[in-house]
């Protein structure tokens, strides 16, 4: 499908086209990354690197501690560049991949600014409300994450699955499918993780790097956090607010808070289960929304002004409409179609 010259439906073949002719690269993610993002983009990286191409650079608006408190195991995480990066390159001669953003608004304010003086965006994604933002749209709504549809690509090229391209693919597809706990993941999710496997690589260290790495500070922090748990509908909605006193207090990153909705989640009652974050320095209020079983609570995002997957999506605020006005226009909408 065309829309205003865009490939709005772009196929593996369309991108494999691309990726072949075209010698020069930037690659990006959307903020606030998780291990999809940086997995991904990585692994992105290395195969168009396996192909020969002149020039490859990730680059993120990110700030750098970030990657190396939350992603330093990844190999080559060292590598991803900052915006400024950006100002040294004509970016006319350029393709601009976009990996793992639903949106053009979320990959940051630099790459919005810059995004139309790239050669050609492509935009790889599976969230279902992409707003296909590419000249060319690879956006998969059925692969557990943007790992699996770079591991495809891999495969599509000719380009070896070894242990150093396994290790950049496995922490992105293990990230978005929760360790593989979720409905998103297919019988091909695991084949693709069997195969991973093959190379050498051990699940231990992802479980050690991914899971069991948290300061003595984040869990005093996260004590915190859970002494303060909200609750209504009988349990049914529990939520939790995380604000920036609290972060400051215990030394914790913005990012590395992420895990704490998935831990209120543990609760046997729940339905829908969400965190209030604080980001005073983005000026932002962002809400966290999980659920389970049929609850879609990417529809509440919608209404509100974000989106996501049916079971877990995210929606931001204007830091001055304060923690207290959003937590009740959330509650409203949840209260709505719980």
Same mark, same amino acid.
Not at 117 to 125: R, S
Not at 129 to 150: A, K, P, Q, R, S
Not at 177 to 188: I, K, N, T
């Given at each position: 499908?065309?829309?205003?010259?865009?490939?709005?439906?772009?196929?593996?073949?369309?991108?494999?086209?691309?990726?072949?002719?075209?010698?020069?690269?930037?690659?990006?993610?959307?903020?606030?990354?998780?291990?999809?993002?940086?997995?991904?983009?990585?692994?992105?990286?290395?195969?168009?690197?396996?192909?020969?191409?002149?020039?490859?650079?990730?680059?993120?608006?990110?700030?750098?501690?970030?990657?190396?408190?939350?992603?330093?195991?990844?190999?080559?995480?060292?590598?991803?560049? !900052? &915006? @400024?990066?950006?100002?040294?390159?004509?970016?006319?001669? /350029?393709?601009?991949? %976009?990996? +793992? #953003? =639903?949106?053009?608004?979320?990959?940051?304010?630099?790459?919005?600014?810059?995004?139309?003086?790239?050669?050609?965006?492509?935009?790889?994604?599976?969230?279902?409300?992409?707003?296909?933002?590419?000249?060319?749209?690879?956006?998969?709504?059925?692969?557990?994450?943007?790992?699996?549809?770079?591991?495809?690509?891999?495969?599509?090229? !000719? &380009? @070896?699955?070894?242990?150093?391209?396994?290790?950049?693919? /496995?922490?992105?597809? %293990?990230? +978005? #499918? =929760?360790?593989?706990?979720?409905?998103?993941?297919?019988?091909?999710?695991?084949?693709?993780?069997?195969?991973?496997?093959?190379?050498?690589?051990?699940?231990?260290?992802?479980?050690?790097?991914?899971?069991?790495?948290?300061?003595?500070?984040?869990?005093?922090?996260?004590?915190?956090?859970?002494?303060?748990?909200?609750?209504?509908?009988?349990?049914?909605?529990?939520?939790?607010?995380?604000?920036?006193?609290?972060?400051?207090?215990?030394?914790? #990153?913005?990012?590395?808070?992420?895990?704490?909705?998935?831990?209120?989640?543990?609760?046997?009652?729940?339905?829908?289960?969400?965190?209030?974050?604080?980001?005073?320095?983005?000026?932002?209020?962002?809400?966290?929304?999980?659920?389970?079983?049929?609850?879609?609570?990417?529809?509440?995002?919608?209404?509100?002004?974000?989106?996501?997957?049916?079971?877990?999506?995210?929606?931001?605020?204007?830091?001055?409409?304060?923690?207290?006005?959003?937590?009740?226009?959330?509650?409203?909408?949840?209260?709505?179609?719980?």
């Amino acid at each position: 499908m065309i829309v205003n010259d865009r490939i709005a439906n772009s196929t593996i073949e369309d991108i494999k086209e691309i990726l072949k002719k075209e010698d020069k690269f930037v690659i990006t993610f959307h903020v606030n990354p998780d291990y999809d993002a940086v997995g991904s983009s990585l692994s992105l990286s290395y195969i168009l690197k396996k192909l020969g191409k002149k020039e490859v650079l990730v680059v993120s608006e990110e700030r750098k501690e970030v990657f190396e408190r939350i992603f330093s195991f990844i190999p080559t995480w060292d590598s991803i560049k !900052g &915006v @400024e990066e950006l100002n040294n390159i004509d970016l006319s001669n /350029y393709v601009l991949v %976009v990996l +793992d #953003s =639903g949106e053009k608004k979320r990959i940051g304010k630099t790459f919005q600014k810059l995004i139309s003086q790239f050669k050609t965006v492509v935009n790889i994604d599976h969230h279902h409300d992409n707003d296909m933002f590419g000249d060319y749209n690879l956006v998969e709504l059925e692969v557990v994450g943007t790992g699996e549809i770079v591991y495809n690509i891999a495969k599509s090229l !000719g &380009v @070896e699955i070894d242990k150093d391209l396994a290790m950049l693919i /496995y922490p992105a597809i %293990v990230g +978005d #499918s =929760g360790s593989f706990r979720f409905d998103s993941v297919r019988p091909y999710t695991h084949i693709i993780a069997s195969e991973l496997l093959k190379t050498g690589i051990k699940p231990s260290f992802f479980t050690m790097a991914m899971f069991q790495n948290k300061s003595l500070n984040f869990i005093k922090f996260e004590g915190e956090v859970f002494l303060n748990i909200k609750a209504c509908c009988d349990s049914k909605i529990v939520w939790v607010v995380i604000t920036n006193e609290m972060m400051k207090k215990y030394g914790v #990153s913005d990012n590395e808070t992420e895990p704490v909705v998935e831990d209120i989640g543990r609760i046997k009652d729940c339905v829908v289960y969400f965190t209030i974050k604080e980001k005073v320095e983005r000026g932002l209020i962002s809400v966290a929304l999980r659920s389970k079983g049929n609850f879609d609570v990417s529809e509440v995002a919608k209404k509100l002004g974000g989106g996501g997957h049916k079971n877990a999506s995210g929606v931001t605020f204007d830091l001055s409409l304060g923690v207290e006005e959003v937590e009740k226009r959330v509650l409203e909408e949840l209260k709505k179609h719980l």
